[in-house]
């Protein structure tokens, strides 16, 4: 229960680690639904309404990042440092960009804009080379 203090600003339940080394453990940007079914494992007795809840904290918190690609169900990403997204409009899947952050991207929209500007995501819509594959076959 005490422990540990890898985390100064948000008091981390057993619950809550739990949750956050799952999230860690994937690349795959899960939604909540797909986290709670992942915890349950350690977790059987947790409920969604907690996964949630411990997610919404952890990512407003900056520990994790809270993705939304315009799908009914937020995503969550444990990698908290800024990087590019790219998604597949067929089956869904979320990947990590291969294109590194753009530097120098922001100071041209505060030029561009007038804005002070604090971040900037960009994430890239396409079909994965799996659905490639299977509209090549069909
Ligand atoms: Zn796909
Ligand atoms: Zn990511």
Redesign the pocket.
Known sequence: MEGKDNNKILRMTNQRKIILEELCKVFS?PTANDVYKMVRKKLPRVSLGTVYRNLELLSSCNTIQKLDFGEPHKRF?G?PEP?Y?INCTKCGRVD?SPLPLKPGLEEEAELASGYQISSHHISFSGICPDCQTQVAAN
């Open positions: 940007h990403d990698n990087h997204h990590d």
